[in-house]
């Protein structure tokens, strides 16, 4: 069993900056393929970015050149940094690890971005 906590979420304008944080309980983080999902309020959650063991990123298009996701293995964590929020933006966000076996999702962290 793996917990995933994450941080960082809150209200900002347009424009402005986030950074959401997901540190994961487990020895074995390195080989957990790490993801951030979001879900707007009466939408499907959607897979926003990931980053694999090997750390290749992807991300969805809506927030390319905008987001970066990393991951410091060390500390067991991963990070979205999110700039130029929109307001379209604006929903939970979810971390997610996986690694071929069962899947694992974090609480959830609000982020609200104001026009």
């Known amino acids: 069993q793996v917990q995933l906590v994450e941080s960082g979420g809150g209200l900002v304008q347009a424009g402005g900056s986030l950074r959401l944080s997901c540190a994961a309980s487990?020895?074995?983080?390195?080989?957990?393929?790490m993801g951030w999902y979001r879900q707007a309020p009466g939408k499907q959650r959607e897979l926003v970015a990931v980053?694999?063991?090997?750390?290749?990123?992807n991300y969805v298009d809506s927030v390319k050149g905008r987001f970066t996701i990393f991951r410091d293995n060390a500390k067991n964590t991963v990070y979205l940094q999110m700039n130029s929020l929109k307001p379209e933006d604006t929903g939970v966000y979810y971390c997610n690890a996986r690694s071929g076996g069962p899947e694992f999702w974090g609480q959830g962290t609000q982020v609200t971005v104001s026009s």
């Open positions: 487990t020895l074995f983080f390195r080989i957990y393929n």
């Open positions: 980053i694999t063991s090997g750390g290749t990123s």
